[in-house]
Nanobody, 125 residues
């Protein structure tokens, strides 16, 4: 079992920046891929970014160029640095993890076994 806890959400003005963090605990050893998804009201959950167990980074289209994902050396904390935020970035941001996910499925939310409770990001215009 892997437990995920997100932090860093909040209210930010349009054009501002925000850094989210996800701390993993429990069975974090082995090939654990970690990812960020987001879900706005009335919309489907959307892939934001991920770092595979081998260290490769992947980005979704919606925040590409405005976001940097990183993972610490212990591979237990996943960070998401976001900039130039706008009102369309308002959503609940979720951290996800999985031990068996393959590269071609890394952007698919249903392929992840473990999820955090989410952190709200609200961008005011």
């Amino acid at each position: 079992q892997v437990e995920l806890v997100e932090s860093g959400g909040g209210l930010v003005q349009a054009g501002g920046s925000l850094r989210l963090a996800c701390a993993a605990s429990g069975r974090t050893e082995g090939r654990l891929t970690m990812a960020w998804f987001r879900q706005a009201p009335g919309k489907e959950r959307e892939f934001v970014a991920a770092v595979s167990w081998s260290g490769y980074s992947y980005y979704g289209d919606s925040l590409k160029g405005r976001v940097t994902v990183s993972r610490d050396k212990a591979k237990t904390t996943l960070s998401l640095q976001m900039s130039s935020l706008n009102s369309e970035d308002t959503a609940v941001y979720y951290c996800a993890a999985d031990r068996t996910i393959i590269t071609s499925s890394i952007r698919i939310s249903s392929q992840y076994d473990y999820w955090g409770q989410g952190t709200q990001v609200t961008v005011s215009s």
